[in-house]
């Protein structure tokens, strides 16, 4: 199956592939490195769990390419996730490993582990001769998940030719948006921009300097990119689209993005670990309805709740029973609204709060909290309570020192003219750190931010 991948990067030649902030590669170049790469596989019997350590870069991609190409299974692990990179090799029974971090980078090499895969998921690949890709979910709520895909599957939507562009790479190898990105931009000879972090500084410079017209990303980081001020000091007209996804998108932070950037178009995207990316359509650039869809997708509504079925959908996990019912359906948790073909996204079934009966959407209050004066970011979740069961605790993140006492004050006077009494936060705590994860996704575990 990526046979077609491989012949558009050799059509595409002396056309630029890969950006980084200290030197451009052409396809021809890319390509080379994968050849490379294939070669050092080729002693391997196919079917190998191969894990790839290491940052977004022309090396991770190369090791990637040529794992699959060689009818491996890849096991893409990132820095960010380095803590946990020991309990999910041992999940995913990673047989070899190359590790691109660290003091390996300048001579990586084929490690093997001692380990033997033989997963019966696993088997089913071998027996196909398909590829495969393991990728872990972000672990929210207890051990992170192993979700095996055949990429048989997960390729057959990018045979399809789409906008060719130049696109910044924001989620890394080891979430589906970064892979997404990749086989995109690479199916429909486009170049990956790869910016020094993901600052809002470094993300605009390399918008900047490389004319990226492309720009996937967050909303908790469009927030942090309207805050810092850092896309009115760079020449950012090369944009033509923005998409976000991963969570809820505040309205207030959608309408100052739409201001900002009037040039661009914005697009709510949809997917998951376990079934891929979907193909969506906005009604507008600034509504938060969305159609989603296309013939490799099927989605429906049940108690408010939204359950798809995706031909790119994964096998199954390597560490927890199958969660598709008998139709093929996965219910994704998220909770909607429907306006005939049109959804909203309301959030996390898992994140509602409970108090006293009622129920609080998190990505309500902080949307509302974050029109309030001096607010730069806050994160909403629950807490027990003894009386009411649960209660809504607010972390904000100051943009400018204020005495706790009467920024409460303020909070409770400016949400009380907006929310109803049980929405309103009962306990607020300050922090000085960042309230989201490394994916620059909101997180709402009560661990999750110091204080």
């Known amino acids: 199956m990526i ?41 391997l019997p196919a079917g190998r769990v191969i894990s790839i350590e290491g940052d977004y870069g022309p ?21 960010d996730s380095r803590a946990h990179h020991a309990s999910c090799l041992d999940v995913a029974a990673a047989e070899y490993r190359v590790r691109l971090d660290g003091d390996s980078v300048a001579n990586p090499s084929l490690e093997a582990t001692g380990r033997t895969a033989d997963h019966e998921l696993y088997r089913a690949l071998r027996r196909d001769r ?36 130049r696109t910044l790479v924001f989620l890394l190898l080891d979430h589906i948006g970064g892979v997404n990105t990749l086989f995109y931009t690479l199916a429909n000879g486009g170049a990956i921009v790869l910016p020094r972090d993901r ?164 990505s309500e209050v902080e949307s509302v909290l974050l029109q309030l004066d001096n607010v730069a970011d806050v994160v909403v979740r629950g807490e027990a309570h003894a009386l009411t069961g649960q209660i809504v605790v607010a972390t904000v993140r100051l943009a400018a020192p204020e005495s706790p006492a009467e920024f409460k004050i303020r909070m409770r006077r400016f949400l009380g003219e907006r929310l109803a009494t049980y929405k309103i936060p009962a306990r607020v705590q300050f922090t000085d750190d960042a309230v989201h994860s490394a994916r620059f996704k909101r997180d709402r575990r009560s661990d999750a931010v110091s204080i």
């Open 59 to 79: 090396e991770s991609i190369a090791v990637f390419l040529a794992a699959i190409w060689s009818g491996h299974v890849a096991v893409t692990l990132s820095p």
């Open 199 to 362: 600052s809002p500084a470094a993300v605009c410079e390399a918008i900047s300097t490389h004319r990226v017209e492309l720009l996937p990303t967050s909303p908790t980081f469009l927030n942090l990119l309207l805050l810092s001020g850092e896309g009115g000091r760079r020449d950012m007209s090369s944009l033509k689209l923005i998409t976000y996804g991963t969570e809820p998108m505040p309205p207030t932070t959608l309408e100052q993005a739409c201001r900002a950037f009037p040039n661009a178009r914005f697009l709510q995207t949809y997917g998951l670990t376990e079934l891929g990316i979907m193909r969506s359509q906005s009604r507008d650039s600034s509504s938060l309805w969305v159609r989603l869809g296309g013939e490799d997708f099927e989605w429906k509504a049940v108690d408010g709740r939204l359950w798809i079925r995706a031909k790119s959908a994964m096998l199954g996990y390597l560490n927890a029973p199958s969660p598709f019912d008998a139709e093929g359906f996965f219910d994704t948790g998220d909770l909607i609204d429907v306006d005939g073909e049109w959804i909203r996204f309301l959030g996390r079934k898992s994140d509602i709060i409970n108090v006293g009966g009622q129920k609080v959407h998190p």
């Open 130 to 165: 398909h590829s495969g890709l393991v990728l872990f979910s972000s672990g929210s709520t207890g051990q992170p998940k192993a979700a095996l895909h055949d990429l048989e599957r997960l390729l057959a939507k990018y045979q399809v030719p789409r906008q060719r562009m």
């Open 3 to 43: 046979d077609f991948l491989v012949d558009k990067m050799e059509a595409c030649g002396d056309d630029l592939a890969l950006a980084t902030p200290e030197e451009t590669f052409t396809y021809g170049a890319l390509l080379a490195r994968v050849h490379d790469w294939r070669s050092r596989l080729s002693a």
